[in-house]
């Protein structure tokens, strides 16, 4: 479980982050969502520790993240995947070298092991026999694919992934979100992912978190987050006529 | 950023394969541009000194000394360091910068890796070793190629080069010339990767950081080859 207690972030004279709690359970898959500036890529951030709290502590499984040495810190991140926006794949190494990276650096596997373990995670994302392909020759939701294979190659037990649906079209995208969701769910994760797409929302959230000018503004399910009666998050996931419209249609199907 | 050199590697097998890969990079990649430099900066230097020496008084061999000493001392190691400043400082400051705003390093740390070290050290090493290793391949380039154009265009036979080649060589000078040479490679890895790994924003900044490396490198290398001309000569 991975817990934030009161987290708060200045930059500069600008507090970006004024004070953030939540609890992140595993077997689910927990998405903070909010517009571009409410804070969700700091909080991500520093929840792995990209970026250091000003105050407050982010927990995993009950010991201080945040108070912890760099060396503690290693220890912790063994157990963490994460997936890039980009995809942050080494431009200079192939595929099936960019998801052995982890295994390389800190498992004691035989080769045979290593491979065996590379080719089922790529299986799993779908992306067999691009073993031998650089990040160059592949698409967008491939790279993407392939940081979700790195991610998880360690088998962590946390996972994060920020904005893993930008700049992909939907039906990618759809593939994306269920592929998280079901590795979260398998390995039992403890998955955090940082969103703006409504369709994750409506497809993956276990358990959402709406951040509205660096606050927890609202907290809850993806059953409860069209009818949440709270005004900073109904202007946020109906922001479009037509999607206003939508819930209109929806509620007098509802009701 | 160097004392995060002395932490413990988290797996040595892959520091070593990644400073080969650099060793190959540096070293294969900059062979050809070593090689056209040192030929013309032997041949130019051979007849601009012949040109200046043209006096009944002055024996011709001595031409050779002189093409030697300036090679070893200053050309093949001051001029061609400032080369490789641009070649592989410039070079290692966008690869770094770009694995930066790529979060390709953001990616190694959230795996547990020591950035600055996996990325820096390596490369370090790799200068320290390749970079030399170029200045020796230049020295030797550039007196071959003042032995051809000296005996081809008559300016000498090739006894008297070789004879002045020899004549009142000091030994000491090409260990002069080595000092330089590592020193030289330190500046070039380490403030070419500063700039690299320290760059934020986007294509314009990693630009503007690559230019920056190449600028501070070739002024730092310019103070230190006269640091060490006072110091050791």
Wanted: a neutral charge; aromatic letters at 10%.
């Amino acid at each position: 479980m991975i817990e934030l207690l009161d987290i708060r972030k200045k930059f500069g004279g600008q507090e970006v982050l004024k004070g953030i709690s939540a609890q992140f359970q595993p077997g689910q898959t927990s998405l903070i969502i909010g517009t571009s500036g409410s804070g969700k890529t700091v909080t991500l951030k520093c929840m792995v520790g990209l970026i250091e709290v000003d105050s407050g502590a982010v927990m995993y499984d009950g010991k201080n993240f945040s108070a912890m040495t760099n060396e503690e810190r290693i220890e912790i991140r063994k157990d963490i995947g994460m997936l890039f926006q980009g995809g942050a794949l080494f431009d200079s190494m192939t595929i099936e070298e960019n998801v052995m990276f982890p295994l390389n650096m800190f498992s004691k596997m035989t080769k045979a092991e290593k491979q065996k373990r590379v080719d089922e995670c790529l299986d799993r994302v779908n992306l067999s026999g691009k073993n031998k392909l650089h990040p160059s020759e592949i698409s967008g939701g491939m790279k993407k694919r392939v940081g979700i294979a790195r991610a998880i190659v360690m088998k962590p037990k946390f996972l994060f992934c920020d904005e893993p649906n930008s700049g992909l079209d939907p039906k990618t995208s759809l593939v994306i979100d269920k592929l998280i969701r079901e590795i979260t769910v398998d390995l039992n994760m403890t998955t955090v992912v940082n969103t703006h797409d409504m369709n994750s929302v409506m497809e993956i959230g276990d358990h959402i978190i709406f951040l509205w000018q660096g606050l927890k503004n609202w907290e809850g399910n993806k059953q409860e987050v069209l009818h949440s009666g709270n005004k900073e998050l109904d202007d946020f996931i109906f922001a479009s006529e037509f999607l206003k419209k939508v819930r209109e249609n929806y509620d007098k199907l509802i009701h | 950023m160097l004392s995060y050199f002395f932490r413990k590697p988290e797996n040595w097998r892959m520091y070593v394969q990644e400073t080969f890969r650099q060793m190959y990079a540096m070293g294969v990649g900059s062979l050809l541009i070593v090689a056209v430099i040192s030929l013309f900066i032997g041949a130019v230097i051979t007849l601009q000194t012949a040109y200046q020496l043209v006096s009944p008084l002055v024996p011709v061999y001595v031409v050779a000394s002189i093409v030697r000493e300036s090679t070893i001392l200053e050309l093949s190691v001051s001029v061609l360091s400032l080369v490789l400043a641009g070649k592989i400082g410039s070079s290692l400051a966008t690869e770094l910068g770009t694995m930066r705003i790529s979060e390709q390093i953001d990616a190694l740390e959230i795996m547990g890796v020591n950035s600055r070290s996996y990325l820096i050290l390596p490369k370090l090493i790799a200068a320290l070793i390749t970079i030399p290793g170029l200045v020796i391949i230049s020295c030797n380039v550039a007196l071959f190629s003042g032995f051809l154009v000296s005996t081809a265009t008559g300016v000498m036979s090739s006894d008297q080069f070789l004879f002045g080649l020899r004549e009142d060589f000091v030994p000491f000078n090409v260990v002069f010339c080595m000092i330089k040479a590592v020193t030289f490679s330190f500046i070039i890895a380490t403030v070419a990767c500063y700039h690299g790994y320290y760059a934020e924003g986007g294509a314009y900044e990693i630009g503007a950081a690559s230019t920056k490396a190449v600028v501070y490198c070739c002024i730092i290398i310019l103070v230190f080859d006269y640091i060490l001309a006072q110091l050791l000569l």
